[in-house]
């Protein structure tokens, strides 16, 4: 089936950095999300990319769509310890949502 | 005000019982989903709803049912619970079963002795 490969599985940073995770697929998506997730709760959509090559920003947050539609980023800039959680992206097709791994970031004040 | 709710928050039962986890969205959406998330942090679909008819079932064992009594209710009912079936469920909604902005509850962390 389908899958997406999420990296880093985790990151450590000092608060101020830039942080960059990426996702990549053997297969099409239609669109790719951002959804963070904080402990014991669940996740919360970040940024929604609907077409190939769309650029969105999101307070400090910004997500790309890749040009061949098998890859996204996203980028936080200026962390904070708020910041802190799990952050999964996702492929959607079929009406189905496919979930990356997860990258778990930790934010040292 | 909450927008998607799930009960009970944490669940612990012994192999071999018949539980229940119920979901409620009161954001007038049409669409809902059951997802399971296991000790590895992995996310997947296991079931979507769209008003009130089975749309996805992701090849999940006939031991779990869900029910939709209506658009605002996912209920998810597991028999004959196994080791295995300890895990974070998380119950979803979205407008149309193709959109993508899926709004999740907080989850019921199931625990099987």
């Known amino acids: 089936g389908q899958q997406l490969n999420q990296s880093p599985q985790s990151m450590f940073i000092q608060e101020g950095e830039d942080v960059s995770m990426n996702c990549t697929s053997s297969?099409?998506?239609?669109?790719w999300l951002w959804y963070k997730q904080d402990p014991g709760e669940g996740p919360v959509l970040l940024i929604a990319l609907y077409k190939a090559g769309e650029l969105t920003s999101n307070g400090r947050l910004t997500a790309q769509f890749g040009i061949t539609r098998k890859d996204s980023f996203l980028n936080i800039s200026a962390s904070i310890p708020s910041d802190v959680g799990i952050y999964f992206c996702?492929?959607?097709?079929?009406?189905?949502?496919?979930f990356g791994q997860g990258t778990e970031l930790s934010v040292k004040p | 005000d909450t927008a998607v709710s799930q009960t009970p928050k944490y669940l612990v039962t012994q192999m071999g019982n018949d539980k229940s986890i119920k979901c409620e969205q009161n954001l007038g959406h049409d669409t809902m989903y059951w997802y399971k998330q296991d000790s590895k942090k992995f996310l997947k679909i296991m079931f979507s709803y769209n008003n009130k008819e089975l749309i996805i079932n992701e090849t999940v064992p006939n031991r779990f049912s869900p029910k939709s009594p209506d658009k605002a209710h996912l209920n998810l009912h597991i028999n004959s619970l196994e080791l295995g079936d300890s895990a974070v469920y998380f119950c979803?909604?979205?407008?149309?079963?193709?959109?993508?902005?899926?709004?999740f509850g907080p989850g019921t962390r199931l625990t099987v002795l």
């Open positions: 297969s099409i998506f239609n669109t």
């Open positions: 979803a909604s979205s407008q149309g079963h193709s959109y993508n902005e899926q709004f």
């Open positions: 996702a492929g959607q097709v079929g009406g189905k949502l496919i």
